[in-house]
């Protein structure tokens, strides 16, 4: 029985240790304006021994598809947790918090739309063709109002806009930039994957090419007008040639020349690129992952 007993504490402090090599979990549901949200927030390994130490915090939206396979609609991640413990054991980063928050389903594109960057004819269309009204005003206050304080103060972050990112793909992507440059007061870094950067369905733009110029003309004047000097924030924007991605080459190029004019040097402040081949879906962004953060995140030193 002693032995029993002893190989059973053996196993359960190998199992223990093994799950705090790969960091835990804690998920949660946060009220707010927009509604109940999932969160679900990975801890890196280390984070309840070091009860001194603050740690740098990364956002990223479309929770449902960052970890568990079970969850995404795909049956496919991100493996966000995976890329980051690659990145801390290396030493490229210092150790980070991930905060997934989930998409709401079937109006996920109206709350991860850039309500400034479209104009009035084009904001109007698009919440009638949704049928509701775009919400990135709604859930950047969300986010930035209502999360980070409570993640602030359940957790032991550190709080500034430079230890503080946010990163998604597609519409999430649109919503980091937005972020990146409507609440510059939280946010200091953004990644933006696969950028849905014609805003609305690229087919429609396709045979309608005075919209599509209309879609272009609305990044310059936002870029223009709302990004600013870079001012220590960093931005990283990519996309790839297959799929969805295959539309985005021609306003990712409007994207670009509006960072590159607002001040930003690329390489430095901002970078944007191409991955010949890949598609709009999970693995290919789970595959470029830890590239985008070891540069995002090359200021979160270990």
Not at 58 to 85: E, G, I
Not at 95 to 100: A, D, K, L, R, T
Not at 103 to 112: D, K, N, V
Request: hydrophobic share 40%; aromatic share 12%; with cysteine.
């Amino acid at each position: 029985m002693i032995r029993f007993l002893l190989g059973l504490c053996a196993l359960l402090f190998a199992v223990s240790a093994s799950a705090q090599a790969g960091g835990r979990f804690v998920e949660f549901d946060q009220p707010g304006d927009i509604g109940q949200v999932h969160v679900t927030v990975w801890l890196p390994p280390g984070y309840d021994a070091a009860t001194k130490r603050r740690y740098p915090v990364l956002y990223m939206h479309d929770a449902q598809n960052l970890f568990f396979p079970k969850r995404s609609n795909f049956n496919k991640v991100w493996a966000a947790d995976k890329a980051a413990l690659g990145l801390i054991r290396s030493r490229k980063v210092a150790p980070f918090i991930i905060v997934g928050v989930d998409h709401p389903g079937a109006t996920r594109f109206l709350r991860y739309f850039p309500t400034r960057v479209a104009s009035a004819p084009l904001r109007q269309g698009t919440e009638g063709f949704a049928k509701g009204k775009l919400g990135g005003d709604e859930y950047l206050s969300f986010l930035g109002d209502t999360l980070k304080p409570v993640i602030d103060a359940r957790f032991r972050t550190r709080v500034e806009p430079r230890y503080t990112a946010v990163a998604s793909s597609s519409m999430g992507g649109l919503i980091s930039l937005y972020a990146l440059t409507e609440r510059a007061d939280i946010f200091g870094k953004a990644a933006a994957v696969s950028t849905h950067s014609p805003l609305i369905d690229p087919d429609l733009l396709a045979k309608q090419p005075a919209m599509a110029e209309g879609v272009k003309a609305d990044w310059r004047r936002y870029l223009s007008t709302r990004l600013g000097a870079p001012g220590g924030r960093k931005l990283w924007m990519d996309h790839g040639t297959e799929t969805l991605d295959a539309h985005y080459a021609p306003y990712q190029a409007v994207l670009d020349e509006g960072v590159a004019a607002a001040g930003w040097t690329r390489g430095k402040d901002f970078e944007s690129r191409v991955y010949k081949g890949t598609a709009h879906e999970e693995n290919a962004w789970a595959a470029r992952l830890p590239e985008m953060l070891g540069w995002l995140l090359s200021d979160w030193r270990p």
